[in-house]
């Protein structure tokens, strides 16, 4: 999965990108990475203790550093559009932070938020018209499919003209197939997080909240409230100052695991776990998918020669200690293609190529 951070210039993109992958950059470099971050999951620990594995993998997450969001510059707009076009879903920054040495243009998160809103539109509408006017001056005859397209595109425009997303507008699972390579912005899930201060995290409050909750509602966006810069510092504590600093600022966990939850339910993903000496790893599959399915993702080995799966719950073997007494009660369930996979099943897959 990938997800592109993108904000407003100055709220905390690069802080946030630090925080979640590790990685150390310069604010000053002008250079935007890339970085992957460990979805930590207790069970995937609570597993490995138990089978002891050769190695042991987390699920991850790709995330993508953008430069500021500048609605007073097309060009630097175009170019953070342009890099968040193959991300799943983005995280859309705002600031909240208070810092005097830190100029800022916009005073409150809400307006931040009602700023890339429109941006998001703006960008989309740009996109369906000129896709609009490339068939209607298309030299040709159009042919059945995209006199299709045309009308679709046309009525996306009016949506998007009405200032409205269109992930609002119902759209067919073949509509949705028909635009599916313009990446449209307004189509994407999204995922807001909101930059605080020390302070406003521990008050768990800062300016305009309500009016963002609101709108968070409203559009259905995924909501996590972070506070970048302390959460990095204090990773780069040792484990003991670090627990102790958590406690003291009310986290329990840090800023990836909170976000891997949110980005998880936002983009209807589950994780799944192999079990072995060899390796205790986590997967992530889409939820709904079936046990061929996530044959497929371990390799298209195990999907092309599927015969069944064996199924054990995270749960069970937890309860009952080991393998051999969860399948002494009965609880082991061998299982057939069409299967739906569930969060935190164990799966071993019996294959012949
Ligand atoms: N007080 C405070 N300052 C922060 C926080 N997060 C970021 N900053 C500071 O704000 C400035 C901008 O942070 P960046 O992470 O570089 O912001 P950015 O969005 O990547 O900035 P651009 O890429 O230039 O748009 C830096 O000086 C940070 O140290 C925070 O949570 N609290
Ligand atoms: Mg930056």
Redesign the pocket.
Known sequence: MKIGII????????????LLTGID?D?YSPV?QKGVAKVYDKRVELLSNMYNPKKTTYATLEFY??????PSDKKSRTQVFNMVQSADALLL?L?A???E??LFPEENAYKQLRVALDEFIFRDLEIVVNRIEKLENSKRKLDNREEIELKLLKELREVLENEEFLSKHELTEEQKKMISSYSLVTLRPIIIAV????DQFTKGKYPEKERVLDLVKDYNFAYIE???????EIQELNEEERQEFLKDLGIEESGIERLSRVVYEQLGLISFFTVGPDEVRAWTLKKGSSAVEAAGVIHTDLARGFIKAEVIKYEDLINYGSEKEVKEKGLMKLVGKDYIVEDGDILTIRFNV
């Open positions: 904000g407003l210039p100055q709220s905390g993109k690069t802080t946030i990108f630090s950059v604010p935007h550093d953008t430069p500021s969001l500048d920054v600031r932070f208070e810092n040495n830190v930059n605080l201060d020390e972070l506070c970048g810069l302390m959460e990095k």
